[in-house]
C-alpha cells in the first residue's frame, strides 16, 4: 500500500469527515476572526518562527533518540525549511481540506521515520513557549504559563500512553477470543510450507478422518492423497488461483477419505502469506460439512420432485431437456420426443368428490404412466393434471406414438381411489425433435399439440406441425387485436330480417342484430371470435354495446315510420350473470328511447342450466320490464320441458339445422312440427331459423309457424343496406332459390 492509500486509509479510520471536522472546529470554538487574526500577525511572527526553529533543533540534539534521526547537516537544513514552512501554514492558512490533508500527511511521514509522539508533542510545547514572549513579553505571567504548558503537555503523554495501552489491550483481548473461537469451533487446522513441501495439520484435523496426528506423514502427501478423486483437480485449481492472485482466498469444499473408508465432506479454508525471506506459506482451517451437504441433497432433490406423486418436476425437465439438447449436439443425430398429457375434464372430479380425492386420482395416474415406459424414459409431473414424458431416444419414430397409444388405453382402465371407481381419459400432444431443433422449444411444440388433440375430441393424441405454430400465432395476434377494437370502433353491427309468414308477401316485423368485426379490411367470422370475447370476459362490455347500437338504431328506424319493428339482440351468459343487468337494460332502454316491448332478447338452452336460480332471477327482471324472451336454437340442446315452465318465456326458435331438411326428411319435419305444435300450445311465438328455399316457406305455412329468418328473405346487412329494404315497402317477393353463393355466405356468418 503507497504512502497516499495509507493517508487515505488513516483517514478513514479516524473518521475526518466534513461533519467530524465541523464537530472539532465547535468543540475548540474555532471562529472565522480566529483564523483573520492569525493571518494578520503571520508577518510579524516570521523572526520568532525562524529563531524557534534553530531553537527547536538545538533542544532535541541533547537527546540520542532524535539526534540520530536528524543526519548531517544538509538533511538537518533541508528539514528546518520544512519546519518553518508547516508553522508558516499555521498562521496564514488557508484552513481548508488541504490544510487537514497535509497535517495529516506529515504526521503520516514522521510516524514512518520513527519520530515518537512524545518529541512531536515537546516540540508543539516549545513552539508555544518561543511564540508567548514575542505576543505578550517575558514578564512573571509569561513565565507562568510556560510552565502551565510544560504540566499539561506532560499530562498529555500520559494520556496518549493509557489509550495505546488500553487500544494494544483490545487487540489482544480479542486475538485471545478468536484462538478460543477457533478452538470452539471444532474447526482442524493445516498450515502448508509448499516451497519445502512441510506440512502441520492439528490434532482436530486428524481426528476429523479418523487418525492421529502422529500416524500422518509430514508432506502434502498425507494430505492430497485422501482427497477423492474427483475432486483433486478442483482443489489445486483453487490452491493455484489463490498463489497466482486470482483469488483473495482459498474456499473449497471437497471429499476426503476417512480411516473406515466412507467419504467425509469438508471445506478448506486458507490464506498465503509471503514470510521475510520470500516464501510463501498458506495457513488455514477444514470444517466438517457433511451434515449441510446431507441436508443440500435432501433439498435439491425436494426442489426437483413433486411432494405429491414423488414424480420428477417441472425444474428437472427443464435440466433434462438441456441435458438431452447437448447431447443430441454432440452425436450429430438422434433425436427425442416429448409428450405431454392433460387429463380430460380433471376440474369435474375436484368439484365432485373434493381436492383430496383428486389428490388419489393423480398419484395414481402417475403410477400408471410409469408403468409405460421404459428405465430410461423420464416421467415428471409438470402441474396440476399436466404430465410430461421425455423420450430421450425414441428408436423409431413410431414408439411415440406406441407409448402415446399406451399411455391412453391404461389410463381409461377403471381406476379404484378411496372406495370409488372411476374412469380418467386423457389427450396428448407429441412433438418430435431432431437433433438440429431447439429443444427449448419442444414443451410449447407439445402443448400445441395437446390443444388439437383437446379440439379434435379429447382422449387421443395429437402430433405438433409447423401449421399449428402458425394458427397459435395467428389467434394470438387476432386476440390481441380483439382486445383493442371496442376502442377502435371495429365492431359493427348486421342486421337479418325476421318476416311474419301469414300473408302473401311476407312482411318486414324484426331484425336480428348480429355483432360482426371489421379488422384489416375484411369481416372477422364470428366463430374466430365471439368465445375469445366470453373467455376474456370482454363480452360484457361489448354486449352492452352491441345492445345500445340495437336499439338505438331500432328507435331509428321506428322514428322514420317503421314504428312495428323489433329487434332481437343474443345474450351472453356473461351477461345474465352481471347484477345489474336488468338495471343497464333499463337505463339503455331510457337513453335511447326504444320500448320494452320492441326489444327481444334471444338466449340459449345452456343459459338456462347454468346458475338457473341468478338466470331466473334477471329473466323475471326483464320480463316484469315487458322485454320479450327468446329461446334460441330450441332442439339442439338437452330440450328439457321444464325450461318452457319455469322460465318467463315469449318466443321459440327453430334452429336452422332441423329447417335445412324440410320438406323430405321425415325425422325433421316431424321435430318442426312437434316445436311449432308446442309454440302454440304454450302461447309462444316461433320463429324458424335458416329459411332459404321456397319449400322451406310452403311447409312452415302449412305448420302454422308465423316468423321466419334466413338467407331466402335476405342475409345478414348492414344498417344502411337493411334500410333500404325497409323503403322498399317491408316485405320481400315470393323467395327464389338460394344462389350457391348465399349459401356459402350463411355457412360462413350464421
Known amino acids: 500500500m503507497g504512502a497516499v492509500d495509507t493517508l487515505q486509509e488513516l483517514m478513514r479510520r479516524i473518521g475526518l469527515e466534513q461533519a467530524e471536522i465541523s464537530e472539532r472546529g465547535r468543540l475548540l470554538e474555532w471562529r472565522q476572526d480566529d483564523a483573520q487574526r492569525l493571518n494578520e500577525n503571520a508577518a ?71 519520530v515518537e509522539l512524545k518529541w512531536y508533542l515537546a516540540a508543539y510545547r516549545l513552539y508555544l513557549e518561543q511564540m508567548l514572549a514575542p505576543l505578550c513579553g517575558q514578564g512573571a505571567d509569561a513565565q507562568l504559563f510556560s510552565s502551565l504548558l510544560k504540566a499539561v503537555f506532560f499530562d498529555m503523554t500520559l494520556a496518549i500512553d493509557t489509550y495505546s495501552a488500553a487500544q494494544r489491550k483490545a487487540l489482544e483481548d480479542s486475538e485471545a477470543r478468536f484462538a478460543r473461537a477457533l478452538r470452539g469451533a471444532h474447526d482442524g487446522i493445516w498450515d502448508w510450507h509448499p516451497g519445502a513441501d512441510t506440512l502441520y495439520v492439528s490434532e482436530r484435523w486428524a481426528e476429523m478422518i479418523g487418525l492421529e496426528r502422529r500416524n500422518l506423514g509430514q508432506t502434502s502427501d498425507a494430505w492430497f492423497s485422501r482427497v477423492h478423486p474427483d ?78 406423486t414423488g414424480l420428477a418436476n417441472r425444474l428437472r425437465l427443464d435440466e433434462l431437456l438441456l441435458h438431452t439438447q447437448r447431447q443430441l449436439h454432440e452425436t450429430g443425430n438422434g433425436q427425442a420426443a416429448v409428450l405431454f398429457i392433460d387429463l380430460d375434464r380433471f376440474k369435474l372430479i375436484n368439484d365432485s368428490f373434493g381436492h383430496l380425492f383428486g389428490d388419489g386420482v393423480l398419484v395414481e395416474v402417475g403410477r400408471r404412466l410409469a408403468q409405460c415406459l421404459r428405465a430410461d424414459d423420464h416421467l415428471f409431473r409438470f402441474g396440476g393434471d399436466e404430465f410430461v414424458v421425455l423420450l430421450a431416444d425414441p428408436g423409431s419414430a413410431g414408439r411415440a406414438e406406441q407409448v402415446a397409444q399406451r399411455i391412453l388405453g391404461h389410463l381409461h382402465q377403471p381406476m379404484r381411489v378411496d372406495d370409488r371407481t372411476l374412469v380418467v381419459n386423457a389427450s396428448i400432444g407429441i412433438a418430435t425433435l431432431q437433433a438440429s431443433a431447439d429443444l427449448n422449444d419442444a414443451l410449447q411444440a407439445a402443448d400445441l399439440a395437446l390443444h388439437q388433440a383437446k379440439q379434435a375430441g379429447k ?10 405454430q402458425a394458427s397459435a400465432q395467428r389467434q394470438l395476434e387476432l386476440e390481441s387485436a380483439l382486445g383493442q377494437a371496442l376502442a377502435r370502433g371495429e365492431f359493427v ?71 312495428h319493428l323489433y329487434c332481437s339482440v ?57 322485454v320479450r324472451l327468446a329461446l334460441d336454437d330450441f332442439g339442439t340442446g338437452y330440450s328439457s320441458l321444464g325450461y318452457l315452465k319455469r322460465f318467463p318465456l315469449h318466443m321459440l326458435k327453430i334452429d336452422k339445422s332441423f329447417i335445412a331438411g324440410l320438406p323430405g326428411d321425415a325425422e325433421l319435419e316431424v321435430i318442426s312440427r312437434a316445436i311449432i305444435g308446442l309454440g302454440h300450445s304454450l302461447g309462444l311465438e316461433v320463429v324458424a331459423e335458416g329459411v332459404e328455399h321456397p319449400r322451406h316457406l310452403e311447409f312452415l305455412r302449412a305448420e302454422g309457424c308465423p316468423l321466419a329468418q334466413g338467407y331466402g328473405f335476405s342475409p345478414p346487412c348492414p344498417a344502411a343496406m337493411l334500410e333500404r329494404l325497409l323503403q322498399d315497402g317491408a316485405a320481400s317477393p315470393p323467395l327464389p332459390a338460394p344462389h350457391p353463393a348465399a349459401l356459402g355466405a350463411s355457412a360462413a356468418t350464421g
Open 459 to 468: 382422449a387421443q393424441f395429437a402430433h405438433y406441425s409447423a401449421g399449428l
Open 231 to 308: 475432486d483433486l483437480p478442483g482443489l489445486h485449481q483453487a490452491i493455484n488461483a489463490h498463489l497466482h492472485g486470482e483469488s483473495h482466498w482459498i474456499h473449497h469444499e471437497y471429499r476426503i477419505r476417512c480411516r473406515n473408508g466412507d467419504w467425509l465432506w469438508v471445506l478448506s479454508r486458507g490464506v498465503a502469506e509471503a514470510e521475510r525471506d520470500g516464501q510463501l506459506r498458506i495457513t488455514g482451517s477444514q470444517s466438517d460439512i457433511s451434515r449441510r451437504k446431507a441436508v443440500e441433497h435432501q433439498l435439491h432433490h425436494a426442489a426437483r420432485h413433486d411432494p405429491l
Open 44 to 114: 510579524r511572527m516570521a523572526g520568532a518562527q525562524a529563531a524557534f526553529i534553530e531553537r527547536l533543533y538545538r533542544h532535541l540534539d541533547d537527546f540520542p533518540a532524535p539526534a540520530a534521526l536528524l543526519g548531517d547537516t544538509g538533511t538537518v537544513h533541508r528539514l528546518k525549511q520544512r519546519q518553518l514552512e508547516y508553522y508558516q501554514r499555521l498562521w496564514q492558512g488557508p484552513y481548508d481540506r488541504d490544510y487537514i490533508d497535509n497535517r495529516l500527511r506529515i504526521g503520516l511521514i514522521h510516524h514512518i521515520n520513527g
Open 493 to 563: 353491427l348486421h342486421y337479418q330480417p325476421i318476416h311474419r309468414l301469414d300473408a302473401h308477401d311476407p312482411p318486414m316485423v324484426g331484425v336480428e342484430a348480429l355483432l360482426r368485426w371489421r379488422h384489416d379490411g375484411r369481416l372477422v367470422p364470428p366463430l374466430e371470435f365471439i368465445p375469445s370475447l366470453e373467455e376474456s370476459g370482454e363480452i360484457v362490455q361489448v354486449g352492452d354495446w352491441v345492445l345500445r347500437e340495437a336499439c338505438r338504431q331500432t328507435r331509428a328506424w321506428q322514428l322514420a315510420g317503421h314504428r
Open 570 to 626: 343474443n345474450l351472453s351468459r356473461r351477461q345474465l350473470q352481471q347484477d345489474d343487468f336488468v338495471a343497464r337494460v333499463v337505463a339503455i332502454l331510457d337513453d335511447t328511447g326504444l320500448a320494452a316491448a320492441s326489444l327481444v332478447l334471444e338466449i340459449t338452452e345452456t343459459h338456462l342450466m347454468q346458475d338457473s336460480n341468478a338466470t331466473l332471477g334477471a329473466l323475471r327482471g326483464l320480463a316484469a320490464l315487458g
